[in-house]
């Protein structure tokens, strides 16, 4: 009997381990597989349950990339359909190499290098451990110069046709913080950072798109991520004349609140200028034709030193001034500042010495006032406007050479190209159509491709048009019905399925009958509303009920009156 007790005892602690031995041996579990394409590439990301331990290969014949989690489990769907990236197909499981691995094949439609790296969890929370993938859809990104540097010993500075005849438009480039997997700030009720910075971002484009003789040129369109030191490559490859960056700040605490612009500081520029003296390949790029005289005829990196220095300088002080005009505006249209003079920091977005370049912190995303301001189409319009201003005057004040900013007021040349009519060129330079009629002699107002306009000097003064902006986006909320599933969801709201797992943190594609989904979606892609009339009911009232205008709801029903019948069916409008 006490032999058989002894057994036991000592039974059962390899009774206990032996128990315990598949959760050692899964230590991890794949959580959730997201996937964002943008214009340059495709990123996929693997939220895990603890660090990722992995290894990967390529495969051919057809084009696969293989990733293996080792001591890991599912704990998500699979398989995965990918419709919007032009390289990747679908992501599914497969057969492991032994049973305390999983293995994910990545099928491809074509050969790509991918980069894989592992990101830690989040200081906020927001996410845990993750294994990116970065998947290039080409060999030329918009991270690449635009062209190749010139092999030739000879080296001149290239300038098109509009510069030579002094039309040339003024690039503003807009880029709208974080995107994609990266929320940035999250606000109390739950917003994210990128969704305001898009829609601020879209319609400062908007804003100074509508200015004769200016092009805005979004370093992000949609909900991707863009890598930081591309924002800057972006605007480069575009020629851009200003960088501005939008961001939202946040705090720890809900109270701060109000808007900043910040500009790069001595420090970071200093740094800067001696990375890049180590790169004569890049320096080709940022200093034009004497940046590839020196990398090829001179190794003084003391006179490298000396025109990197030059540029930074100029782009800190031109920064400064945007900065100022842009608190100024914003002050102006009653926004509160938190900082009341450029702030100088350590960015990387606002690294470039050949562009000036701006961050503007919109307002606190952490405080509950204006996280609800920078929502709303309002707030966000006149945020937009502000800016706009500020960079138009900027613009005037600083016009650069060959545009038509610099030649505003001064008789030039102007070759009519293909859909130009007289109205159109004459808003694009400020004058009328008569005096352009009166200057050429011509007797009627048609014009043909190809022919010369002498146009007169018109008004040197530079409006920002209004622009209507109909495209917004709204939280909706979603009650799942019988025969709901995240994917039908998605199609009706025209969203991912990847936002709607994120805004609603969910774990797993699994939904319950009644259960709520926040989505965010864009106000013409909201699914059709309609509201039947019922007894006492007036267009006021419905209005009122909807929040929407009775205007609008005329508009939307093609209404001559305001009188309704019981039981008419009305259309209510999103906006």
């Given at each position: 009997?006490?032999?058989?007790?002894?057994?036991?005892?000592?039974?059962?602690?390899?009774?206990?381990?032996?128990?315990?031995?598949?959760?050692?041996v899964?230590?991890?579990?794949?959580?959730?597989?997201?996937?964002?394409?943008?214009?340059?590439?495709?990123?996929?990301?693997?939220?895990?349950?603890?660090?990722a331990?992995?290894?990967?290969?390529?495969?051919?014949?057809?084009?696969?990339?293989?990733v293996?989690?080792?001591?890991t489990?599912?704990?998500?769907?699979?398989?995965?359909?990918?419709?919007?990236?032009?390289?990747?197909?679908?992501i599914?499981?497969?057969?492991?190499?032994?049973?305390?691995?999983?293995r994910?094949?990545?099928?491809?439609?074509k050969?790509?290098?991918?980069?894989?790296?592992?990101l830690?969890?989040?200081?906020?929370?927001?996410?845990?451990?993750?294994?990116?993938?970065?998947?290039?859809?080409?060999?030329t990104?918009?991270a690449?110069?635009?062209?190749?540097?010139?092999?030739?010993?000879?080296?001149?500075?290239?300038?098109?046709?509009?510069?030579?005849?002094?039309?040339?438009?003024?690039?503003?480039?807009?880029d709208?913080?974080h995107?994609g997997?990266?929320?940035?700030?999250?606000?109390?009720?739950?917003?994210?950072?990128?969704?305001?910075?898009?829609?601020?971002?879209?319609k400062?484009?908007?804003?100074?798109n509508?200015?004769?003789?200016?092009?805005?040129?979004?370093?992000?369109?949609?909900?991707?991520?863009?890598?930081?030191?591309?924002?800057?490559?972006?605007?480069?490859?575009?020629?851009?004349?200003l960088?501005?960056?939008?961001?939202?700040?946040?705090?720890?605490?809900?109270k701060p609140?109000?808007?900043?612009v910040?500009?790069?500081?001595?420090?970071?520029?200093?740094?800067?200028?001696?990375?890049?003296?180590?790169?004569?390949?890049?320096?080709?790029q940022?200093l034009?034709?004497a940046?590839?005289?020196?990398?090829?005829?001179?190794?003084d990196?003391?006179?490298?030193q000396?025109?990197?220095?030059?540029?930074?300088?100029?782009s800190?002080?031109?920064?400064?001034?945007?900065?100022?005009?842009?608190?100024?505006?914003m002050?102006?249209?009653?926004?509160?500042?938190?900082?009341?003079?450029?702030?100088?920091?350590?960015?990387?977005?606002?690294?470039?010495?050949?562009?000036?370049?701006?961050?503007?912190?919109?307002?606190?995303i952490?405080?509950?006032t204006e996280?609800?301001?920078?929502?709303?189409?309002?707030?966000q319009?006149?945020?937009?406007?502000?800016?706009?201003?500020?960079i138009?005057?900027?613009?005037e004040a600083?016009?650069?050479?060959?545009?038509?900013?610099?030649n505003r007021?001064k008789?030039?040349?102007?070759?009519?190209?293909?859909?130009?009519?007289?109205?159109?060129?004459a808003?694009?330079?400020?004058?009328?159509?008569?005096?352009?009629?009166?200057?050429?002699?011509?007797?009627?107002?048609n014009?043909?491709?190809g022919?010369?306009?002498?146009?007169?000097?018109?008004?040197?003064?530079?409006?920002?048009p209004?622009v209507?902006?109909?495209?917004?986006?709204?939280?909706?909320?979603?009650?799942?019905?019988?025969?709901?599933?995240?994917g039908?969801?998605?199609?009706?709201?025209?969203?991912?399925?990847?936002?709607?797992?994120?805004?609603?943190?969910?774990?797993?594609?699994?939904?319950?009958l009644?259960q709520?989904?926040?989505?965010?979606?864009?106000?013409?892609?909201?699914?059709?509303?309609?509201?039947?009339?019922?007894?006492?009911?007036f267009?006021?009232?419905?209005?009122?009920?909807?929040?929407?205008?009775?205007?609008?709801?005329?508009?939307?029903?093609?209404?001559?009156?305001?009188?309704?019948?019981?039981?008419?069916?009305l259309?209510?409008?999103?906006?």
């Open positions: 009997m006490l032999i058989s007790k002894l057994l036991r005892a000592a039974f059962f602690p390899f009774l206990l381990a032996l128990s315990l031995l598949p959760s050692l899964f230590a991890n579990a794949l959580e959730g597989v997201r996937v964002w394409p943008s214009p340059d590439e495709t990123r996929v990301v693997i939220d895990l349950k603890s660090e331990d992995f290894s990967y290969f390529t495969l051919s014949s057809p084009e696969r990339l293989v293996d989690l080792k001591q489990t599912l704990s998500t769907k699979l398989p995965i359909t990918v419709s919007e990236s032009p390289v990747l197909k679908k599914r499981k497969s057969s492991p190499p032994n049973k305390s691995t999983y994910l094949v990545f099928e491809l439609k050969k790509v290098t991918p980069q894989i790296f592992k830690a969890p989040t200081p906020g929370g927001q996410y845990g451990h993750r294994l990116v993938i970065d998947m290039p859809h080409g060999a990104t918009s690449q110069p635009a062209t190749k540097p010139s092999t030739s010993s000879t080296t001149s500075v290239s300038r098109d046709a509009s510069q030579l005849a002094g039309s040339a438009d003024i690039v503003v480039a807009i709208a913080g995107g997997e990266d929320p940035g700030s999250i606000g109390p009720t739950r917003k994210y950072e990128k969704h305001a910075t898009l829609a601020i971002s879209k400062i484009a908007d804003q100074i509508a200015v004769p003789g200016m092009k805005a040129v979004l370093t992000r369109r949609s909900d991707y991520y863009v890598n930081l030191n591309k924002r800057s490559e972006i605007a480069r490859k575009n020629k851009a004349h960088l501005v960056s939008i961001h939202a700040d946040a705090f720890h605490s809900p609140r109000g808007g900043s910040f500009v790069l500081n001595t420090r970071r520029a200093n740094t800067e200028i001696a990375r890049w003296v180590e790169n004569h390949e890049e320096q080709s940022l034009g034709g940046g590839q005289v020196l990398a090829k005829n001179n190794n990196k003391n006179v490298s000396t025109l990197l220095d030059l540029q930074f300088s100029h800190q002080k031109e920064g400064y001034k945007v900065a100022t005009k842009i608190l100024r505006e002050s102006r249209v009653g926004v509160r500042l938190h900082k009341k003079e450029p702030v100088n920091a350590s960015l990387a977005v606002l690294k470039s010495p050949d562009i000036p370049s701006v961050l503007v912190e919109t307002g606190f952490s405080n509950p996280e609800k301001l920078l929502f709303q189409r309002s707030h319009d006149k945020l937009a406007r502000a800016l706009a201003k500020a138009v005057q900027y613009f600083n016009p650069p050479e060959g545009t038509l900013f610099a007021g008789t030039v040349k102007h070759k009519v190209s293909r859909g130009e009519s007289l109205s159109l060129i808003k694009k330079y400020g004058t009328t159509t008569k005096a352009i009629m009166q200057t050429n002699k011509l007797k009627s107002s014009i043909k491709v022919q010369m306009l002498t146009i007169p000097g018109g008004s040197t003064k530079v409006s920002v209004v209507a902006n109909p495209v917004e986006t709204k939280t909706v909320t979603h009650v799942v019905q019988r025969g709901d599933y995240l039908k969801i998605a199609a009706r709201y025209k969203v991912s399925v990847a936002d709607i797992k994120r805004e609603n943190k969910l774990k797993s594609d699994t939904l319950k009644g709520k989904l926040k989505i965010t979606v864009s106000m013409k892609d909201q699914p059709l509303r309609k509201h039947k009339v019922a007894r006492g009911e267009l006021g009232k419905i209005a009122s009920k909807y929040g929407v205008s009775v205007s609008s709801l005329r508009k939307a029903n093609n209404l001559r009156s305001d009188e309704l019948a019981i039981g008419q069916v259309i209510i409008p999103h906006n």
